[in-house]
C-alpha cells in the first residue's frame, strides 16, 4: 500500500530524518516510538505533505511519487486517500461538533450538505460523541475534542490515517477514552501510522513497531520483537527502563 524509501529532511545543518525507510500493507498498524526530539513527527509530516521532504520516494498504491517534487495536484490527490489527526485536535473553535465534521466534507469534497451530515453523524456516533453534536469544542473535555477530531479523519472515508501523538495533550484519565477508539479502528481493519508515547497502546495494538533515535530507524519489526528481544542495545535499554519503571505491562 505505502512504501516509503530513503527520507530526508534537513533544516538548516540539522538533519532530522536521515534515510528514512518505511512499507506498510493494507490494514496494518505501525506504531512509531523513540524519545523525544527523534524526528518521528516530521516523518509523519512529511508523508503528509505537511512537510517537504529533500530526498525520498513514495510509492503510494502503485504509484511512485518524488516526495521532493510533488505537484500541488498530486499532493491533493494523495491526501484525497489519507487523514491527520493532530496531537492538539486541530479543531475550529467557533464551530460546532458536527460543523467541524462537516466543514471539510462540504467546502473541500464537494459533498451535499445532506449527505455530509449523516456521515458525520455515523462517524460521531462510532467514536461516541453524537449526543454532542450542538456543542462547541469549549465545551468538550479535551479527550473528547480528540474523538471529534478522529471523527473528522474517519469522515473522509480515507484509506489510511496518520495519528500524530494523539493523546500526548491529554490529562491521563481522559487517555483511555482515545485509546479505546483507536483501538476498535484496528480491530477494525483500518491502516494506521502512530507516532506515539504510549507503549503499550504499541505493544498490544500494532503489528510493527518502528524504533526511531536521531532521525534514523535503529530496528523495526513486531512488537514482540522490539519489545520482547529487540537486536539493538539502546532499544533494549528504552524497555528494560520501562519495564522496570512499571510504564510496560
Do not use: W
Amino acid at each position: 500500500m505505502i512504501e516509503a524509501k530513503n527520507i530526508c529532511k534537513r533544516f538548516g545543518e540539522l538533519e532530522i530524518l536521515q534515510g528514512i525507510d518505511l512499507s506498510v500493507q493494507k490494514g496494518d498498524v505501525v506504531s512509531i516510538i523513540g524519545p523525544s526530539g527523534s524526528g518521528k513527527t516530521t516523518l509523519l509530516r512529511c508523508l503528509n505533505f505537511l512537510e517537504t521532504a529533500d530526498e525520498g520516494t513514495l510509492d503510494f498504491d502503485g504509484e511512485r511519487f518524488n516526495l521532493n517534487k510533488m505537484s500541488r495536484k498530486d499532493i491533493r490527490r494523495l491526501r484525497q486517500k489519507t487523514a491527520f489527526v493532530f496531537q492538539d485536535y486541530n479543531l475550529f473553535l467557533n464551530k460546532t461538533v458536527l460543523q467541524n465534521v462537516t466543514e471539510g466534507l462540504i467546502t473541500a469534497r464537494g459533498i451535499g450538505k445532506r449527505d455530509a451530515k449523516a456521515t458525520a453523524m455515523e462517524m460521531l456516533k462510532k467514536v461516541g460523541m453524537a449526543d454532542k453534536t450542538e456543542s462547541f469544542p469549549h465545551q468538550l473535555s479535551g479527550g473528547q475534542q480528540q474523538r471529534v477530531a478522529i471523527a473528522r479523519a474517519l469522515a473522509t472515508k480515507p484509506e489510511i490515517i496518520y495519528f500524530d501523538e494523539p493523546t500526548s495533550a491529554l490529562d491521563p484519565e481522559l487517555i483511555g477514552e482515545v485509546l479505546s477508539v483507536m483501538k476498535q479502528l484496528a480491530e477494525d481493519g483500518m491502516t494506521m501510522i502512530v507516532v506515539t508515547h504510549e507503549m503499550n497502546f504499541a505493544r498490544h495494538v500494532s503489528n510493527k513497531v518502528l524504533f526511531m533515535e536521531k532521525g534514523r530507524v535503529l530496528e523495526s519489526g513486531t512488537p514482540e520483537h522490539i519489545f520482547q528481544n529487540p537486536d539493538n542495545d539502546r532499544i533494549q535499554a528504552f524497555v528494560q527502563s520501562l519495564t522496570d519503571s512499571g510504564g510496560l505491562q
